[in-house]
Each structure stands twice: as structure tokens, then as C-alpha cells.
Nanobody
Framework: QVQLVESGGALVQAGGSLKLSCVAS????????MGWYRQAPGKQRELVAR???????DYADSVKDRFTISRNPAKNFVFMQMNSLNLEDTAVYYC????????????WGQGTQVTVSS
């Protein structure tokens, strides 16, 4: 079992910045990689940014050059710096842990709301 807890969501004006954080815990966490997804009202959940199992980063085209994903050396914290926020970034942001070894398995946090106002 992996537990994920996000924080950092808030109401922010367009053009502003936010930093999301997610902390993971669990006895076998070392075999997981982490990332961020989001879901806007009426839309499907989509990838925002993640670390791949190979250690590279992967970003949605809509956030490239604006968002930056990072993690601590122990890889149990993942962060996402979000700059130049726009109205389309409004969504619930979910932290994800994906198992890299063995059968595919994903865990999700409870989500944190990001609302961008004009």
C-alpha cells in the first residue's frame, strides 16, 4: 500500500504561480515513480507531468515551459512548480504513484484544487 497526500492548491490570479507538494509513504515505495495529473470539470483526468520509470520527465504539451516537476533524493516527495497559470489550468490536481516493477499498479492522492481567476 502507498499513501499519497497532496498540498498547495489554492485560488490564484491568472499569470500567478503555485507550488504543489505530494508526500508518499508505504513499505514498498522504492519501486514506484510519481507524477501529477489533473481533472477539470466535465473532462477526463489527464497527465500533467511525471517522472518515468527510467527517471526522465514527461510533460503535457499545454504545460511545457510553465510547469516544472521535481522530487527529493529519497523520491518520496514530488513537487510541481506552476508558473504563468491561466484559466485552463483550473482543475483538481492529483498525485500519482506508479509501480515500476511487476504488474502495473497506480495509487492516487485525494486531490488538491487549483483555481485560476481572471
Amino acid at each position: 500500500q502507498v499513501q499519497l497526500v497532496e498540498s498547495g492548491g489554492a485560488l490564484v490570479q491568472a499569470g500567478g504561480s503555485l507550488k504543489l507538494s505530494c508526500v508518499a509513504s508505504g513499505s514498498t515505495f522504492s519501486i514506484y515513480t510519481m507524477g501529477w495529473y489533473r481533472q477539470a470539470p466535465g473532462k477526463q483526468r489527464e497527465l500533467v507531468a511525471r517522472f518515468t520509470c527510467g527517471g526522465k520527465t514527461d510533460y503535457a504539451d499545454s504545460v511545457k515551459d510553465r510547469f516544472t516537476i521535481s522530487r527529493n533524493p529519497a523520491k518520496n516527495f514530488v513537487f510541481m512548480q506552476m508558473n504563468s497559470l491561466n484559466l485552463e489550468d483550473t482543475a483538481v490536481y492529483y498525485c500519482n504513484a506508479h509501480r515500476c516493477n511487476g504488474p502495473s499498479l497506480d495509487y492516487w492522492g485525494q486531490g488538491t484544487q487549483v483555481t485560476v481567476s481572471s
